[in-house]
């Protein structure tokens, strides 16, 4: 079965530092996301990306954050200057052109742990 | 987006049905409802959607009552492996972005 994967699963950075969270979407899919999750919490929505460019973005996504997808096979999220409150999991989502317009099937990956000291 | 509201907690027991239920009492004509499963530390995964009436697959069966203010989530004979957060979501398809609750948290237990 095709998958969403993100590496590392696991990025330790100091307050300040920048980080890149990489993901590889299932080849075929159009719509790329990135959500985040603090620990206990629900899952947010920060950003979709479509056509090679965002398009929306929640609060969260403020100027310390970028999306990019280099490649055609990667889709990068950079955090420019971490802060503590951005320690979370932060997943990547991708969802293919719907046969049903109404699909809304999105695989996630399994996450990318940051944490910031 | 329609606003849902799902217990916070259920409690279970191996081989037993679970029936979660969810309310969405402000959804549009061209909302759909999903379901997505958590296990912790990892991404969620969607386990069924629906329009109206009734769907089931391999895994669960999602009831829908015709005025589709709420739905049910029915898991036949829960395992410990199922023990998760489960998410209700409520909003129009395509390409648009999901937007998840606080879910309910389902334990099963021997």
């Known amino acids: 079965e095709p998958e969403v994967t993100q590496t590392p699963s696991h990025q330790v950075t100091q307050m300040g530092q920048e980080v890149i969270l990489r993901c590889v979407p299932i080849s075929n899919h159009l719509y790329f996301y990135w959500y985040r999750q603090i620990l206990g919490q629900k899952v947010e929505f920060l950003v979709s990306f479509y056509n090679n460019e965002i398009s929306e973005k929640s609060e969260i996504f403020d100027d310390q954050f970028s999306v990019e997808r280099p490649d055609g096979s990667n889709f990068t999220l950079k955090i420019r200057s971490t802060k503590l409150e951005d320690s979370a999991m932060y997943f990547c989502?991708?969802?293919?052109?719907?046969?049903?317009?109404?699909?809304?099937?999105?695989?996630f990956g399994q996450g990318t742990r940051l944490t910031v000291v | 987006l329609a606003k849902t509201t799902q217990p916070i907690s259920m409690d279970s027991y191996e081989g037993q049905e679970v029936n979660i239920t969810c309310s969405h009492n402000n959804i549009a004509t061209n909302d759909y409802i999903t379901w997505y499963q958590q296990f912790p530390s990892q991404g969620p995964r969607f386990i069924i959607q629906?329009?109206?009436t009734k769907v089931t697959n391999e895994v669960a069966s999602l009831f829908i009552p015709a005025d589709r203010k709420s739905s049910t989530l029915s898991l036949p004979r829960v395992s410990l492996s199922d023990t998760a957060v489960y998410y209700c979501?409520?909003?129009?398809?395509?390409?648009?972005?999901?937007?998840f609750g606080t879910g309910t948290q389902l334990k099963v237990e021997l």
């Open positions: 629906g329009y109206k």
């Open positions: 989502a991708s969802r293919g052109q719907p046969v049903d317009p109404m699909n809304t099937e999105a695989f």
């Open positions: 979501l409520v909003g129009a398809g395509g390409g648009n972005k999901l937007t």
